[in-house]
């Protein structure tokens, strides 16, 4: 059985990322590519706690650099690895460039990262908002954080932190990567996301480079299985039945 791809969405808030990885899983479904997604940092239970530390305990930069590449090893470990052995396609908010641009420990967490095998993507995709999307998500964004009511924790107060400068960082961690990567504007400040017609051409050389519209695609097609996105807006955690049993 051939392997699925690991693939890992990325950019800065508001390039729509969340809505960005479910209009892609819909559109591979179309033509029976099985995939998983989820968030990092998150993941199953571990990941999921690993996450409620990072957003509501104070820790030094060093501690949250290493907190999150434990979250990428558990993540390797429990769901990447396994799913793309089976050929499933498995789909990332979130990895590594995020942790470039946010945390200033690149040394400490690209050691980690080596030194416990942490899944290296196959295809990085970049996202880019238009300047009308950014302005107006911006704004949005300094109106929120005026609201006495809101409650901003730990991981959105880094994210407005390095919030002017994201955009910049994320187009050099791009720049300097040197495997498979494109890069879109999906996020164009209008009301409603791309049609799924205008999704599969926005990302056509993408779903070129994985043999989309071949007859006989490299990868494995037609594994049926509800696996979703982990995030705190509704969905549904990774579906268990899919990995191997833990070792007692």
């Not at 009308?132 to 901003?152: C, G, T, V, W």
């Not at 961690?173 to 164009?188: C, P």
């Amino acid at each position: 059985m051939s392997k699925g791809l690991f693939i890992v969405v990325e950019g800065a808030d508001f390039a729509g990322k969340t809505t960005f990885v479910k209009q892609l899983k819909k559109v591979l479904g179309m033509q029976d590519f099985s995939s998983v997604l989820f968030r990092s940092p998150g993941g199953l239970d571990g990941g999921e706690a690993i996450r409620e530390l990072l957003v509501n305990t104070v820790l030094s930069e060093e501690v949250r650099t290493l907190i999150f590449s434990a979250n990428r090893v558990d993540s390797t470990q429990k769901i990447i690895n396994p799913l793309i052995k089976k050929g499933i396609n498995v789909i990332s908010t979130r990895w590594r460039w995020s942790s470039n641009v946010y945390q200033d420990n690149q040394k400490v967490a690209d050691y980690v990262d080596e030194a416990m095998g942490v899944a290296i993507p196959d295809i990085y995709i970049l996202l880019e908002c238009s300047e009308e999307a950014f302005d107006k998500s911006l704004k949005a964004r300094n109106e929120k954080m005026l609201d006495e009511d809101y409650q901003i924790d730990l991981m959105d107060q880094e994210y407005t932190q390095h919030y002017a400068s994201a955009k910049e960082r994320f187009n050099d961690e791009y720049e300097a990567y040197a495997g498979t990567k494109f890069k879109f504007v999906y996020n164009q400040g209008k009301p409603k996301p791309p049609t799924d017609e205008e999704f599969i051409e926005l990302v056509k050389p993408f779903l070129s480079e994985i043999g989309y519209f071949e007859e006989k695609p490299s990868l494995p097609r037609g594994l049926v299985h509800d696996a979703v996105y982990i995030d705190d807006a509704g969905f549904e955690p990774v579906d268990e039945s899919l990995l191997p049993k833990p070792r007692v």
